[in-house]
């Protein structure tokens, strides 16, 4: 089971302690996965913790479970919650309660512009 408090902290340092190797960090190139949690979380800016189906630390965001139903596999919930850990260490996510996290202000920019993009995709599709 995740250590929900040492989460927390790790969420929390990123935000406190904005040095120059974490703006650097910043400025990488996000992961799929980070994008696809970003998007998610976009309109209320939670994210939760949770154990579904066996499969620990899933993270449930905008309604959805990032763990893979049809198959099974372990790995795609992994994927998920280092992406998760990874949002955190950039200062996007910070810890509300318990295993409640939420979008920090540059997070909720970031989502918020990820989904503007995907939503004009989409409708230059149609």
């Known amino acids: 089971m995740i250590d929900i408090v040492a989460l927390a902290s790790l969420c929390k340092l990123a ?5 120059k190797a974490l703006e650097e960090y910043k400025k990488r190139t996000l992961s799929e996965a ?8 976009a309109k209320d ?8 189906n066996e499969v620990p630390n899933c993270i449930r ?5 990032f763990i ?9 919930a992994a994927k998920f919650f280092d992406a998760f ?15 409640l996290f939420r979008l920090t202000y540059a997070g909720f920019e970031k989502a918020r512009q990820l989904a503007s993009k995907t939503d004009k995709k989409k409708a230059n599709k149609h």
């Open 34 to 41: 980070e994008k696809e949690l970003l998007i998610a979380a």
């Open 68 to 76: 893979d139903h049809k198959a099974g596999d372990p790995a795609i």
């Open 85 to 99: 850990m990874s949002l955190c260490k950039r200062g996007y996510i910070r810890p509300e309660k318990g295993s």
């Open 45 to 52: 800016g939670e994210f939760l913790v949770i154990h579904l």
């Open 15 to 19: 935000i406190e302690g904005r040095d």
């Open 61 to 65: 965001a905008g309604g959805k479970d």
